[in-house]
């Protein structure tokens, strides 16, 4: 006859909501069950315990990043269909994806004709950077420009002004042929 451990919730919840582990609480009925039956040590079931908050923590942190950065869809490099434009150079996009010119503080200027892509490869961009745990903010020329001269009028231009500086990544549109690093192979920089 096995005996089934008892449930240790109702003693467990407020102390684990005072630290601030109530996260805990969504899987410590299934992990006791779990520890009981297959006769887990108790510091492997902690460790169990453990991972299950920081999965979840980290999940909410990712959902949390994509709700804020602002995106128009869930437009991913995996979505980018690289054979529609050819001309594109893959390996410096996904270059691009490692997110390495953002801890670098490096400018990336994604320019050309309509309907070669751009939008999805900067919302993609942005993803990646999202899921390298790192702030974006996905936001239109006009919309960008609209925030500050709104925040010019109530006199928190600045506040405004650091907060958009704050965020490692800003993407938005602009319709600008200026000086960039090529996407296209074999272009001139």
Do not use: W
């Not at 691009?96 to 919302?123: N, Y």
Request: proline fraction near 4%; charge should be positive; charged fraction near 25%.
């Amino acid at each position: 006859m096995s005996t089934i451990a008892p449930n240790p919730m109702p003693e467990l919840a407020p102390l684990l909501k005072r630290l601030r582990l109530s996260g805990i609480l969504d899987s410590l009925e299934t992990r006791n069950r779990e520890a009981v039956a297959n006769k887990i040590p108790y510091t492997d079931f902690l460790a169990l315990l453990i991972a299950d908050e920081v999965a979840r923590r980290e999940h909410k942190k990712f959902n949390l990043r994509i709700r804020r950065a602002g995106f128009r869809s869930s437009k991913t490099l995996e979505q980018f269909d690289f054979d529609f434009n050819p001309a594109i150079d893959q390996s410096l996009i996904t270059e691009l994806a490692t997110c390495r010119f953002v801890a670098e503080k490096v400018a990336v200027l994604i320019a050309g004709p309509c309907g070669t892509g751009k939008s999805h490869i900067a919302q993609a961009l942005g993803h990646a950077a999202v899921r390298a745990d790192h702030d974006v903010l996905f936001t239109t020329q006009s919309q960008l420009l609209a925030s500050l001269h709104a925040a010019r009028a109530i006199n928190a231009y600045e506040r405004r002004f650091q907060a958009f500086a704050r965020v490692p990544l800003v993407a938005h549109h602009v319709i600008s042929y200026c000086a960039r690093q090529s996407l296209v192979k074999g272009e001139a920089m």
